[in-house]
């Protein structure tokens, strides 16, 4: 049963970067799309980018192109999120989540049918 774990998160200033790996077991990464999404303090969760099971395909949300960047390594069973120019309104908790298609819906969350735990980014100076 595939099982997924974030790591990477931390306290960052304004303008800084921060790389999120999220790291699979139980299964093959490569068999599933994965998905980050972002949940500020009070706030719903949002999705923040998604890549397809090559890494061919990938897809931001609109308040992170071009600072965002999505990646994959299926040796190593692992999904990166690079986050670069990071801005106080990033903060939150990042999930990372997997599904077993990649185009639709995606930013609501839908059909995302297993979630890490999250790890936090602050962005603070």
Excluded at 7 to 20: H, M, N, Y
Aim: proline share 2%; hydrophobic share 30%; net charge neutral.
């Amino acid at each position: 049963q595939l099982q997924l774990v974030e790591s990477g998160g931390g306290l960052v200033q304004p303008g800084g970067s921060l790389r999120l790996s999220c790291a699979a077991s139980g299964s093959t990464l490569s068999s599933y799309t994965i998905g980050w999404f972002h949940q500020a303090p009070g706030k719903i969760r949002e999705g923040v980018s998604c890549i397809s099971r090559s890494g061919g395909d990938t897809n931001y949300a609109d308040s992170v192109k071009g600072r965002f960047t999505i990646s994959r390594d299926n040796a190593k069973n692992t999904v990166y999120l690079q986050m670069n120019n990071l801005k106080p309104e990033d903060t939150g908790v990042y999930y990372c989540a997997a599904r077993n298609y990649y185009f639709g819906t995606w930013e609501a969350g839908t059909d995302f049918h297993v979630w890490g735990q999250g790890t936090q980014v602050t962005v603070s100076s």
